[in-house]
């Protein structure tokens, strides 16, 4: 059974840091995708970042680039999200997401078959 389990959110103030983690365990793939989602209230969950496992392939959303990167540590089966110079409208939970069971855009939420339980992110100004 695939887990995913997300960890690091919190507050900070705008122009801040966090590092996200998700750990993901029972994935029995050596190769395959996962992303990070945001979704604040009343608004449709966001891709933020691509990765690709075994892969290295990565894609962001143009609203993040040039402040937020991901990266993983293949012997921990874990994913980080390093968000630098934050903004309140990066406000949103997150969530990590993997394994895309059809073709399609990595920014579409409906093409990932397992998600976390998402972690808090608030900026404030």
């Known amino acids: 059974q695939v887990q995913l389990v997300e960890s690091g959110g919190g507050a900070v103030q705008a122009g801040g840091s966090l590092r996200l983690s998700c750990k993901a365990s029972g994935v029995t793939y050596s190769r395959y995708c996962m992303a990070w989602f945001r979704q604040a209230p009343g608004q449709e969950r966001e891709g933020v970042a691509y990765v690709t496992i075994g892969g290295g392939s990565t894609d962001y959303a143009d609203s993040v680039k040039g402040r937020f990167t991901s990266s993983q540590d293949n012997a921990k089966n874990t994913v980080y999200l390093q968000m630098n110079s934050l903004k309140p409208e990066d406000t949103g939970m997150y969530y990590c997401?993997?394994?895309?069971?059809?073709?399609?855009?990595?920014?579409?939420?409906?093409?990932?078959?397992?998600w976390g339980q998402g972690t808090q992110v608030t900026v404030s100004s």
């Open positions: 997401a993997a394994v895309c069971e059809v073709r399609g855009a990595w920014y579409v939420p409906s093409i990932y078959k397992h």
